[in-house]
């Protein structure tokens, strides 16, 4: 006797069967409608082809044709997109279920919950239900008993009668079992203790409630998310962003969203996450590229921060060290601030301007110079000026600037700077705040030093006036901790959107702390709403243990998954370590195994004598762009936000300034087992 539909969604495994074969004949339709649609297609081009010598001398019909010809692409694009959503639900189609009784009903109603929608023909009730749906609140947020979730509505309230997780794969249901708790800590153990990827994954099996309220908060405007290693803070903060782009289409599309990421090793580890979850992938950009960037056009090249970096720890040098801070701090504002309102006066010498017979006294200038004009940067204000004596002349005068007039005008604006070079500027800034000037260089030769970076471009955007991003309405910026005071005015500037700002502070790359949230609603002018994350998920209780010793006092939880204790041991050489190194690492079991160093001077010694060995390794510099499986060599800097199932650190120099952090961000990047190995 045939099951009824009823009894179908009360057995996952009837369930399953039911939608794969909903799955099948949708992605059978799509098919023929595809091809149907390539069909069109040629139809036009033929016809176009056929026929343009005939179409109407306006052009409507071939304006028609055209139109047509983009319509039918882009209903195509959109079939295409629908079958590789298809495509990943036949594949595991759900991964869990809430039987849910709404107040006033007997009956409990299933609701199957997968990465996306799925709902056989449109306008009919959905079979799976998009992870981010409101409903599906329900699976991450409590166990059976009184429960609620927000819906457009309301909030609606009601009783969950059982709570099921799923694992299918190619289609097939590997385990099912009811839960009556939160989502099960042995299936989250079981993900985590899984050998690591060179992708982070998507987590949407396990979220768990404190992440999920981050995930799904809509409201804060600015959310800073400090977590300690390990806890999801990635992760969670590209799930909040596939959130935000389901339940706000109209208003956010992902060419709206931006993250500022510290390297391209780490952009393209991430990288994968939206698309997996049926998202078009976000742009990402590093700071400093963009920095060097915008000052292209007044220095030929920039450091960056990786620079810095290694300058600190091969020179230590505390009175350098205490410039390149004050450089950095709201301090270097205050006396740029101090610095442009005396440059007002002494950057311009204003003249009267006649053209034609057509003049403008001094003092008319120098009013509408300082007053009229008086909120437009600096160097572009003399342009505000011209702009305005060319329109009064065209009005006067009945006829419009040639070419040549334009261009001549343009340049008698310009004489009235004294200087317009920023690099020159900056040097009188320099001087000004008591710091030792940049050399006189012509363009070719100048380089710009990391210290100076950000001043400069501060600098540049208070002279010149900044582009505001209006595109960017949603900002991510990870490893927060690492960006300083002035690079977070210069990003107020420049984004004046949504942001989730994410980080660490015990994994900065300086001597000291900095807890950013301290000044950050005084940049951004608006209320920042400040989460933490505690509970690290990523290493093995061995391991946490030992990064905690590390950083001192740390509120931590832990996740009770064991492995190996960890592995501590001096050699007398260094090719004495990395023998070691070579007997431990294990790429049988494990997928991925980490050897990093302090610098980047002792990285490339070790991939010598790795090469010397004849061993396969993947190095990753800083303009590396791919995270490869088996054994990569790096420094710890660049290795964070990453993870590895085996983590062997290659330490040279006990006397590194930076020692203690490269030890704690190394510690932490390892999933199952840690070697902390030094000479
Ligand atoms: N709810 C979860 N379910 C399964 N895995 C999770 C969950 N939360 C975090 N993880 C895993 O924990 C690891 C750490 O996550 P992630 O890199 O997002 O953390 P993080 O806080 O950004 O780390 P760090 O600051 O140390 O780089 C990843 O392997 C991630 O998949």
């Not at 804060?220 to 389901?246: C, E, M, N, P």
């Not at 204000?381 to 600037?401: P, S």
């Not at 420094?635 to 062997?648: I, M, N, R, S």
Request: glycine content about 4%; proline content about 3%; overall charge negative.
């Amino acid at each position: 006797m045939g099951q009824n539909l009823e009894d179908i969604r009360f057995d996952g495994e009837l369930f399953l069967e039911d939608v794969l074969e909903k799955l099948h004949k949708k992605m059978d339709e799509l098919k023929e409608d595809l091809t149907a649609g390539e069909q069109e297609i040629r139809q036009m081009h033929d016809y176009y082809w056929e026929n343009y010598t005939e179409m109407d001398q306006y052009g409507y019909e071939d304006y028609d044709n055209q139109q047509a010809l983009l319509h039918q692409v882009n209903a195509n694009q959109e079939k295409l997109r629908m079958q590789q959503r298809i495509a990943r639900l036949m594949d595991a189609p759900f991964f869990g279920r809430v039987d849910f009784i709404y107040d006033g009903e007997d009956e409990s109603e299933p609701f199957y919950i997968g990465i996306g929608n799925f709902a056989p023909e449109a306008g009919m009730c959905p079979l799976i239900y998009d992870w981010r749906a409101p409903v599906c609140g329900l699976f991450y947020d409590y166990d059976a008993g009184e429960a609620s979730y927000e819906a457009p509505s309301g909030t609606i309230t009601g009783k969950i009668a059982s709570k099921w997780q799923y694992k299918i794969r190619k289609g097939k249901m590997i385990y099912a079992f009811e839960s009556d708790t939160k989502i099960d800590d042995e299936i989250l153990k079981q993900e985590l203790g899984s050998n690591s990827d060179v992708q982070l994954k998507n987590i949407v099996r396990t979220i768990q409630k404190e992440q999920n309220a981050i995930i799904r908060n809509r409201k804060d405007q600015i959310l800073v998310i400090q977590g300690v290693a390990g806890s999801g803070k990635t992760s969670v903060a590209l799930h909040r962003v596939a959130y935000l782009l389901y339940h706000d289409r109209e208003h956010l599309k992902a060419s709206n969203v931006l993250i500022l990421s510290p390297n391209s090793v780490f952009s393209d580890y991430i990288s994968h996450i939206l698309p997996e979850l049926g998202e078009e992938n976000i742009r990402e950009m590093s700071f400093d590229l963009f920095a060097y960037k915008e000052l292209h056009s007044i220095v030929n090249d920039c450091e960056d921060r990786y620079d810095e970096l290694e300058h600190q720890m091969q020179f230590p040098d505390a009175a350098a060290k205490k410039q390149y801070e004050l450089k950095q701090s709201p301090e270097i504002i205050g006396m740029m601030e101090a610095f442009l309102a005396l440059l007002e006066e002494e950057l311009v010498d204003l003249k009267e301007i006649s053209y034609k017979g057509y003049t403008k006294s001094e003092s008319e200038i120098i009013s509408l110079f300082y007053f009229k004009f008086q909120n437009t940067p600096l160097l572009a204000r003399m342009d505000a000026v011209m702009d305005y004596f060319k329109d009064e002349f065209v009005t006067l005068r009945g006829r419009e600037l040639s070419e040549e007039e334009e261009e001549y005008l343009k340049e008698k604006a310009g004489q009235m700077y004294m200087e317009r070079d920023i690099y020159h500027i900056y040097n009188r800034f320099l001087e000004f705040a008591g710091y030792e000037t940049l050399p006189d260089l012509p363009y070719e030769k100048r380089i710009l030093s990391y210290e100076d970076v950000y001043p400069m471009l501060y600098l540049k955007y208070r002279l010149c006036g900044a582009t505001q991003h209006k595109n960017v309405k949603h900002l991510v910026i990870d490893e927060m901790q690492d960006y300083s005071y002035l690079q977070y005015s210069i990003l107020a500037m420049l984004f004046p959107c949504r942001m989730t700002i994410l980080g660490d502070r015990m994994q900065t790359m300086d001597e000291k702390q900095q807890d950013v949230t301290r000044f950050l609603p005084k940049i951004f002018d608006r209320k920042v709403r400040k989460l933490e994350m505690n509970k690290s998920y990523r290493n093995t209780v061995e391991i946490a243990e030992y990064a905690r010793a590390l950083s001192g006092d740390q509120e931590l939880e832990l996740l009770m998954r064991h492995g190996q204790g960890v592995t501590e041991q001096t050699f007398v050489s260094k090719e004495a370590l990395l023998d070691q190194v070579l007997i431990d690492v294990n790429l049988e079991k494990y997928e991925t195994a980490a050897i990093l160093t302090l610098t980047e001077e002792d990285a490339l010694t070790v991939c010598q004598i790795l090469k010397d060995r004849e061993e396969n390794y993947h190095y990753i510099d800083r303009n590396t762009s791919a995270f490869e499986k088996g054994l990569t060599v790096t420094t710890f800097y660049l290795a964070k936000g990453l993870e590895f199932d085996q983590v062997f650190t290659a330490f040279f120099h006990r006397d590194n300034p930076l020692y203690k952090q490269a030890a704690y961000i190394s510690a932490t990047r390892a999933l199952h087992e840690l070697f902390v190995y030094q000479i």
